[in-house]
């Protein structure tokens, strides 16, 4: 082999042009070059529909997924007397995708006595009423946990708190881009959208019980124990590493034989019996 050469395409979409060729080859007068493409399912032609190799060896994948290590042999002549010279370049294509992040908040509401039904009616009501609050952006809410505890007050007797952990994700929203400006549809956009909604809703719970002149209820909000934190996370079998993938070093690229991950973690984990790329099982 001549040399390698890393590439990254992002997951199911298309390969820039991967060139048949070295800079130093661009720039001669190559007699009758012939190309031979190979990649990690065998040899590679424009019969299949996710390739295409121009007459002059540049492979473009489509919708790609199969990464791995793909081969181009070139066979050439320098002038039409000379004997055939041929040259291999090595390519390790990657797939990658972008990180999908979201953010999981914790509150703590007064409740009922625990285990008492109204406690259970209110969390259900309070993720409804959350999901309807993000649900025109595409996000969605899911209730992780929500645990009812008895809290001894400093000074003051025991109360019963409902401790909430939910979480704000953006879904896929490839099927409304027609409807939406670029930006507006961006799921980074969308997410940090919701999230202000969110934490806006906390705000003016605070408010509304302040300008009062009823009684609290049984349950609500304890002001300021909403918290926040923003969580990222690769597909399995993706992972982040800035040493092995400096020119992608925010990308989810898939993991390399020899290492994989199982869950939507953020690493990939070593393992030596792993032989594919993106494994999601040691």
Known sequence: FFFSVKVYVKL?????????????LRNLELIDPKFRWNGPGGGLSSENSSVEISPTGTLILRNFKLSGVYTCSIFY???AM???KNLSIKYLIYAYSDPKAYYEFTARYHAAPCNNYYNTYFER????????LVDELSCEVTLIKAE?????????????????TFSVASLDREKHNRLCQ?????????LNKAKHLIERFFKQQVEVSRKSSEPLPEIYYIEGTLQMVRIERCYPGYGINALIHPDCPECCVVCSPGSYNPSNGIHCLRCDSSLIYGATKC
Not at 148 to 164: A, D, P, S, T
Not at 182 to 190: G, I, K, V, Y
């Open 12 to 24: 199911n979409h298309n390969s820039p042009r991967i060139l048949c060729l070295t800079n130093h």
């Open 77 to 79: 002549k320098l002038t």
């Open 82 to 84: 000379q004997p055939y």
């Open 125 to 132: 009501t309070l993720i409804q009423i959350l999901n309807k």
């Open 148 to 164: 009812c505890h008895h809290v001894k007050m400093q000074r003051g007797g025991l109360q019963n708190e409902i401790f909430f």
């Open 182 to 190: 670029e930006s507006a549809c961006d799921a980074f956009h969308r």
